[in-house]
Every structure is written in C-alpha cells, then in structure tokens.
C-alpha cells in the first residue's frame, strides 16, 4: 500500500518570497512516480511538477522545484518568488510502477492550504 | 488541445435518485481515470480504465456505482440510488504514458460537485 502524508495543514509565505510545502511517502514499490497538483478554488487539479524514483537529478518547472530525498522518502515542494495567484490547495500524489497490478492510479496526501501574503 | 471536460459542472439530487455523469479526455489520452474528493481531503481513487477496458476498480466503488467508456472515448459513471454519504466532487482525468512508461501525468478536468439532499 502507498501512503502519502503532508502535515502542514496550512502556510503562509510573504510575496516574493520561496516557500517549501512538506510531502514524505511510504511504499514497499521500488519505482514509483511523484506528483505535485495545485487546486485553487474553483476546483481544478492543475498538475505543477513530477519526478520519477530513479531521476537522479531533481525535476524543476519554471518557479516549482521537487526536493526529493529518496533515502528521508520526501518529496517537498518549493515554490520560489511567491505570487498572489500561488494561493491554493497543494496536493502531493505517488502513482505506482508500471506493469503493476495498479497501474497509473494515484495516491494523495490530504493537502497544504497554501496563502500569499501581498 | 481543449483539456479534460466534464458534464454537468454541478449537480443536486435527491436522495434515492439515480444520476449520471461524463467525462470526455484529452483526445490522444488512452487512460481515463474517475477520483472522489470529499471537503477537506485529498482525492481517492475510483477506477480507470485504458482505452474502453475498465482495469480496475476501487473498494469505494460500490454496486451502486458503475462506469464505462464504451469505444474508448468518453466515459460515464453513474450511480443508483444516491445516497448523503455520495455528496462530494467527482473528478475525471486522462493520462498518457511518460517516457519509460513508469505511471503517467494526469490531467484533470473541473469535476462534477454532487449534493444528495
């Protein structure tokens, strides 16, 4: 079984600013993918950033960088130079390996309310 | 490239009542997957289907629920017989492989919000 823990209920971060949103995982797969989805109010999950266990390098996308430390399984977000419009609901996710009996589908953790202070 | 759809973006009910709802993916997107997403909480997997085979289903999908993608296009979930405890969002995404085929990026549509009164 995959779990997906993220215990930072809410954040807050000045404009500008970087911020780190916590994500560690547990699973017993040897390969297995990380996700990153943000979901602001209205609801959709927009997918930010994914890394792959055997990416040696860490996975970055434009503002978003995956700190991913395989050895401590987490997988924190960093967000550099804050926006306003990064205010949101983080999701971190673990989709199993492929050629598994669960192929494709994700896990998620409950979720990090991020606030972007102006 | 419209993204993932979905139809109706709300929907209230009554208990009892059956209701049905469509996904339509991103078009070169072979795997369809439906999540549940109660208030407050992460979304749980549903099932998932690639192309119109359904692959596997969750234990959270009870008799009541059922889905299909009948030519591997769109997919419908339905479920009979609505009951409170179904009130939550239903979201649909569609994937397509990653290179070195490890799981797959998906892509979420806007969800369907339930509300069983």
């Known amino acids: 079984a995959q779990k997906i823990t993220q215990t930072q209920p809410g954040m807050f971060v000045q404009e500008k600013e970087a911020v780190t949103l916590d994500c560690t995982y547990d699973t017993s797969d040897p390969s297995y993918g990380l996700f990153w989805y943000k979901q602001p109010s209205s609801g959709e999950m927009i997918f930010l950033i994914y890394q792959g266990s055997y990416d040696q390098q860490n996975a970055t996308e434009g503002r978003y960088s995956l700190n991913f430390q395989k050895a401590r399984k987490s997988a924190n977000l960093v967000i550099s130079a804050s926006q306003l419009g990064d205010s949101a609901m983080y999701f971190c996710a673990m989709g199993p390996y492929a050629g598994g009996t669960s192929y494709g589908k994700l896990t998620f953790g409950q979720g990090t309310i991020l606030t972007v202070h102006p | 490239d419209t993204g993932v759809s979905q139809d109706p973006r709300h929907k209230i009910t009554k208990r009892g009542q059956n209701v049905t709802f469509r996904c339509d993916p991103i078009?070169?997107?072979?795997?369809l997957y439906w999540y549940r997403q109660t208030l407050g909480q992460g979304p749980e997997f549903l099932t998932y289907f690639q192309n119109e085979a359904q692959l596997e289903k969750s234990r959270l999908l009870s008799d009541r629920f059922s889905a299909e993608r009948p030519k591997g296009s769109f997919s419908t979930l339905e479920i009979q017989r609505t009951e409170q405890g179904d009130s939550a969002m239903y979201l649909c995404?569609?994937?397509?492989?990653?290179?070195?085929?490890?799981?797959?990026?998906?892509?979420f549509g806007p969800g369907t919000r339930l509300t069983v009164l």
């Open positions: 078009s070169e997107h072979n795997r």
């Open positions: 995404a569609s994937g397509i492989p990653l290179a070195g085929g490890i799981t797959d990026t998906q892509y």
